[in-house]
Each structure stands twice: as C-alpha cells, then as structure tokens.
C-alpha cells in the first residue's frame, strides 16, 4: 500500500461506467505518480495521486469537470467505483488539516467505504468537484474508536491536488483543468453546455427573425453597446445571442425585461421565459437585475441613505434576519455609495434570492430589503419608487403577485410596530474561574412589559465588576429610545455561590464619562441608579416544589414578615416556622452572622419564599439596627424603591457613617432565560 516502487512504463487498462455497466474500454499512460508517503502517528497520508493520458477519445457523456476549492461545510456527493446510480453516498466537508479534508456523513444512506476511493466529491450545489475520496477512516484507529468512525474518511481538497501537481512540474496538467470562480459564484459545467441548454428557450421565444431584432436592439442599448444602424441587417442568430447573454452579466435580465409585457398574456411563453431566468439563476456570472434595474435601485437606496443613514440597516436585520448579512450591513453608520453597491451586488447573489423553480418563486433577498426600506423610509416618493421598482421586476421574474403582497404586508407590520416598554434588565453573571475570582462571564437581557425579552450583545470574554456596571448603565440608555421611560429594575440571576457578590455598588459610569474620563465623579454605582435585586433560580430549581410555592405565597399575600434575629435559629428551626405560623409569609430578614446566614439563606430559598433581605456586611446579631432606617418590615412594594434611596444616600457620602450593605433577593417567579444544553450521549 505504501509502496515506493517506480511507475509502470506500459499501458493501463480502463473501463468508462455508466448505470454499472461498461460502455468503453480503453488505455491510458501514468503520466505524473505521487506514491503514498505516510505520516508518523497519522491516520492519513500524503501523495496518492496519478494523472492518467487517455490513449483514445473518451465518450461524448464524460465531460471534463469543473474543479473547486473545498471548505468547510460543502455538502458532497460521491459514487462507488462501479458507477451504479444507486450507490451515491453525500457527505459534508468538515476540518481541513495540513492537506486534507475530514467528511462527515449523516446516519442515513450509504457511505463512503471500499471502492470509492479516488472518485470525485461533486458539490451537490452545482455540480463542480471539490476534491478526491481517499480513504474511510477504519474502526479503533489511532484515538477513535468504532461508534467515532461510522460515517467519517477523508479527501485530498483540489487546492492540495493542485499544490502537489504543481510541485511534481504538472503545470501543463494544471493549465487544462477549468476552475470555478473562488469567490463563491460557481459554473454548471462549461459555457458552450449553458448555450446548449438555452438555444431551445431562445427559439420557442424568439424565433422570428424581426421580432428578435426588435428585443436585441433594446437588449443592445439597455447594456450600453451601439445597436446597428441599419434595422434591415440580419438579425443575431440564436447561437449568438445565448452566447452574449453568457458574457454579460446583466444581458439576460435586461433581455427579459423586454420579453416579459409581450408574453404576460401567453402562458406557454411565460413559461418557456422563466425557464430561461432559472437557468440563469444557475449561472453564478449571471445576475439577478437588469441594467436600468440595477440603475434605478442604487438610486433610491443612496436616497434613502442621506436622509436616514441607518434605515437600511435596521431594515436588512429584520427582513433577512436569517441571513448571514454582508458585514457592511451590520454596521449602523452612513453608507457610502461604494457601500450600497456592495450591497446590491451580495445580496443578487445569495442563494434564498435566488432559489426555487416552477411557478412558485420565492421573493428574492434584495427584494424583499427593498419592500422592507420602502415601508419605513418617511420619503413618500421614495416609498412609492421603491414600490413600484419591486412590482416592476417581481413581474419580470415571475414571481405570484400574492408572494409579493404578502412580504409588502409583513413589511408594513415591522415599520409601524412599537416595541413595548421594557420593564426591567435581566444580568446573568458566572464566575470566570478561581484563577479569575474578581471577573465574571456576563450576559445581559431586556424585559419588555409583554412578557418578551431581548437579548443584549456582550462580550464573550470575562469582565471586571464595574465594566458590567457600565454595560448595564448603557443597556438600560439604548433601550428606551422609542419604548419611553429608561427601566428603573435590574435583577441579578447568580448561583448559589453568588448571593454576596456587590453587584449594588459596582460603578454604573455615564454617558459623559464615557466621553470624558476626568468626569469620573459622575459616575453612581448600580444600587443608586437602578433598584438592584438578586435571584437564584440554581437554588430553588433543585426543590421541585420551590416554584409552585413561590406563586402560592405571592398569591396569598400574607403581609406578615419572619424576623430571624435569634443566634439560636439553624436550618431546622427555620424549616419549621416556615412551615407552619409562616405558611403564607412572602418576606424574610436574616440577621446573623455570615456563617448562620449562609446555612438559612438556601433554606428560604428552598422553601419558595420570595423576599429575602439581609446585610451582608453584618457580622453578629448586633448589627441588626443598622437596617433600621430602611424600615424593613415596612410596606412590601415599596420595599425595592425604599432600598434604592438608602443605597442612593449611603453611596453618595465619601466616608459613609454606616457600613450596612443591604441584600435583596426578589422573586416574581417569571423568570425563563437560555440556560445549559442538556447532551443525551450519543452513542
């Protein structure tokens, strides 16, 4: 297998299969040989390619193939050496590593094993090869073990076919192999195969000699070529025109958009003419607009843009929101007009625009992005532009008018809708790691008064305490624009081993501030700006009945309040008087000691009590009068008010008199954020 022997100098023999049966035999010549080189402590290898000279003609089916660059996630399709059609086996791309391309398939199907080592990975989305099969990855080989190799081998990518030719000196190989466009737009196969395929359609549309005069004359002068003088020459013929509508881009839309009003009444026509744009939609040279469409829409988007610089981005994020949008779209300044025909030309090319066949077209991306701006731009003659712009080429293309209305509709809904008042902001802070103890993992949400929540981007890295305080202090800044008043409420979600940290006093900073750093005195902590509480919904999920507890206490409102001040209180006895004189008690002060609050605070918890306060600061049953300014027992719903002023005077004292540091926990029970994927062992 890993022989280094020289190449045979006499002829191979070989078979041409199709459907498993041979339909030539031939020979062939080893021109170039790269003997297998194995790799120390590997699985793969490197080398393993020959290029063969076929001595005769191959047959008229086998076509030369287009070749691609492999990457991640090409989804492949591979056939069995013995060319039968039902042993097709589809794959994907997965990690590429020094050379090769791991493939992955799915547990359905056939896969990829002996004998079909050597064969093309055609790419499935238009028929280039991406690369060879080399091998299947065998069972208890190297660290994997059999359930890790079910569907996994491996593949030599065309960029290392080419690397390693080019190093054996087959340039002259090289130079005969066609390759598809590394910028993503691929070939069906070669041009004189898409003319092939389109003269027919040219011929049921066009066929009249004057009448294709007349749409190539509008043709010539929509791409900006001079039309011949003389109306009396030959027309183009066929053969010659699905050729210029291969070499210019916008030639087969601009073509149609003169067909499309002469064949609106005939439905054979309209066929026949959307046959012809799905064709072209498999042509990644090909676009989507005609010339004076293309014209018309940069227009009215650098219109839109210098009265509202970042409507088109808004309105790209919720149009195409399942969409990887092109970057310049995600950012939320001015755009250029370089920018906006970057964007024109991406978005003509991705693939849900550009999709589907039969009389069911989807509305392409730029469309849709258009309908939305359309509705949302305060220009009314811009709106009406953009409007009849997309019912002008959703006809050319054939899309249903319903599809079109229906988008238009969708549309209208998102520019006219207000997004509720956002309640409070939601923190989920993790601690970074004992290595770490001062940063925390932060994730931030928006509450609105619907029930809904937003979610807030952040960074993935951990981050000190007062640079959450300022992603906190701007969250609640930014969401308030068009939803009122700013959120006064910021609950706190930490695990059980986060119940003491200070979030209240961590540094909020401002605006100004961030502006300008001598200004650091503007800055309030969190406790100060906001009503700041805790919850810990790791503690009470561990108790089944702790939620339906929680709601049965809010709703039996008992207004009472459980005072633990007595040194002689554990678990036990909190238990008790929980359960029974304090059945139905929403509130719990804790005062103690830091060793006697941590053993009942999961207790309180536990049992659904949803009001929790205690001075984590304290540090005997002495310091429990330090509380009393903040009347603790007093009216509950003003409880979180009366915390924010006392936290608002104790902050705002550069030396305060007093070293309380109160503690709330406040439960409402409504709380559903993301939390752990829950993994089944997949073997």
């Not at 280039?128 to 569907?151: F, N």
């Not at 502006?515 to 650091?520: A, M, N, R, S, Y």
């Not at 678990?571 to 053993?599: A, C, F, I, N, S």
Request: hydrophobic share 40%.
């Amino acid at each position: 297998m890993s022989s280094q022997r020289p190449a045979p100098e006499q002829p191979l023999s070989i078979a041409f299969r199709s459907s498993g049966a041979i339909t030539r035999r031939g020979t062939a010549r080893l021109s170039v040989w790269l003997p297998p080189q194995l790799r120390p402590s590997s699985i793969v290898w490197d080398g393993d390619l020959a290029v063969l000279d076929l001595e005769e003609t191959a047959p008229e089916w086998a076509t030369p193939v287009v070749w691609r660059e492999m990457s991640e996630g090409l989804e492949l399709r591979a056939w069995h050496g013995g060319g039968v059609a039902i042993t097709y086996a589809d794959a994907v791309a997965g990690y590429q590593d020094d050379g090769c391309c791991y493939l992955d398939g799915s547990l359905t199907g056939a896969a990829i094993g002996p004998g079909y080592s050597g064969g093309p990975l055609w790419v499935r989305s238009d028929r280039t090869v991406a690369g060879l099969v080399i091998a299947q990855v065998m069972p208890d080989t190297g660290p994997l073990r059999s359930q890790d190799t079910v569907r996994r081998g491996w593949a030599v990518p065309w960029q290392t076919v080419r690397e390693q030719l080019t190093r054996a000196g087959a340039d002259d190989v090289l130079a005969e192999c066609e390759v598809a466009d590394p910028g993503g737009s691929t070939r069906t196969g070669s041009g004189e195969t898409f003319v092939q395929a389109i003269v027919p359609l040219l011929r049921a549309l066009l066929d009249d000699p004057v009448r294709r005069t007349d749409h190539c004359r509008y043709l010539a002068v929509g791409i900006g070529w001079e039309p011949p003088p003389d109306c009396e020459g030959p027309a183009p013929t066929l053969e010659e025109l699905a050729a210029l509508l291969l070499t210019e881009e916008r030639a087969l839309a601009t073509l149609t958009e003169s067909l499309a009003p002469a064949v609106e009444n005939h439905t054979g026509d309209r066929r026949t003419l959307s046959g012809l744009l799905a064709m072209g939609r498999l042509e990644g040279a090909i676009r989507l607009l005609s010339v004076s469409e293309h014209q018309q829409l940069t227009r009215a988007l650098l219109t839109v843009v210098a009265a509202e610089p970042d409507l088109i981005s808004r309105a790209a994020r919720e149009a195409l929101r399942f969409m990887e949008l092109p970057e310049t779209l995600m950012q939320a300044s001015r755009l250029t007009k370089t920018d906006v025909e970057d964007i024109v030309l991406r978005l003509e090319d991705f693939p849900d625009g550009r999709g589907g066949a039969g009389d069911f077209l989807p509305v392409p991306a730029l469309l849709r992005l258009a309908e939305f701006v359309a509705a949302a731009v305060t220009d009314l003659e811009c709106r009406a532009v953009l409007h009849t712009w997309c019912d002008r080429v959703a006809g050319r293309l054939g899309i249903s008018p319903s599809a079109l209305r229906e988008r238009r509709a969708d549309a209208k809904a998102w520019a006219s809708h207000r997004p509720p008042p956002i309640t409070r902001i939601v923190v989920r802070l993790t601690r970074a790691g004992t290595g770490s103890p001062e940063h925390f993992l932060c994730e931030i949400w928006l509450s609105h008064r619907d029930g809904t929540r937003t979610a807030v981007t952040t960074p993935p890295s951990p981050l000190l305490p007062d640079e959450i305080g300022r992603l906190v202090r701007r969250a609640a800044d930014d969401s308030h624009v068009g939803c009122g008043l700013p959120p006064t409420q910021v609950d706190v979600v930490v695990g059980g081993d986060g119940l003491e940290i200070p979030v209240d006093s961590w540094q909020a900073g401002s605006e100004l501030g961030d502006v300008f750093p001598d200004l650091g005195k503007l800055s309030l902590p969190l406790g100060s700006q906001y009503r700041v509480a805790l919850r810990c919904p790791e503690l009470t999920s561990r108790i089944s009945t702790a939620a339906s507890e929680m709601r049965r206490r809010w709703a039996a409102g008992d207004a009472r309040t459980l005072v633990v001040d007595e040194p002689s209180v554990n678990p036990q006895r909190l238990y008790e008087l929980l359960q029974k004189p304090h059945y139905d008690t929403v509130r719990v002060v804790l005062h103690g000691p830091p060793e006697q609050r941590h053993r009942l605070l999961p207790v309180c918890l536990a049992m659904g009590v949803p009001v929790v306060l205690w001075d984590r600061a304290a540090a005997s049953h002495e310091d429990a009068t330090r509380l009393s300014d903040l009347d603790p027992t007093g009216p509950l719903h003003k409880l979180p008010e009366r915390l924010q002023d006392f936290r608002t005077i104790l902050y705002a004292s550069e030396a305060p008199s007093s070293a309380v540091r109160p503690t709330l926990v406040w439960d409402e029970g409504d709380l559903s954020l993301p939390g752990p994927l829950q993994l089944a062992d997949p073997s």
